[in-house]
């Protein structure tokens, strides 16, 4: 390889990683924002320890018994439903912008009828966990 073809080569490799020093700088940032932010309460934060502050705090209240006690399954029930409800309409609109560029008037009927159905399909999931009473939170 020749010391020109070299050079070019070098020079076109040191342009392209330019085009990242941008994303270097952002990265630094916000590293040194989580590490001041994390760090600087220490450093500055007045410590006087007292019995009171060194109880456990549950809302307000004192605690009594083990803190390690089974849960209801509601809260885990609530908790998927709740995860099932929100992934699925969280990838709705990347969807719509990802297929926007599809939409003609020949399709638009069928984009309308497939959202219908994923529509369709979260309400009778809906529907078939409030017959089920996982929203009742407490059974009669």
């Known amino acids: 390889m020749s ?13 392209s990683l330019n085009s990242y020093i941008p994303i270097l700088i952002y990265s630094f ?37 083990d803190a390690r006690k089974p849960l209801d399954i509601k809260f885990y029930l609530i908790a998927i439903l709740f995860l099932l409800f929100d992934v699925e309409l969280l990838f709705l609109y990347p969807w719509a912008v990802a297929n926007r560029s599809i939409v003609t008037p020949e399709t638009k009927f069928g984009i309308l009828i497939a959202l219908l159905s994923l529509s369709g399909t979260l309400f009778l999931a809906y529907v078939y966990a409030w017959k089920k009473g996982v929203f009742q939170w407490r059974r009669k």
């Open 3 to 15: 010391c020109e073809k070299f050079h070019d080569l070098r020079q076109r490799w040191i342009a």
């Open 29 to 65: 940032a916000v590293l040194g924002f989580a590490a001041v932010s994390l760090l600087l309460p220490h450093l500055v934060a007045p410590r006087k320890k007292t019995p009171i502050k060194d109880m456990p705090y549950e809302s307000g209240m004192d605690p009594v018994g």
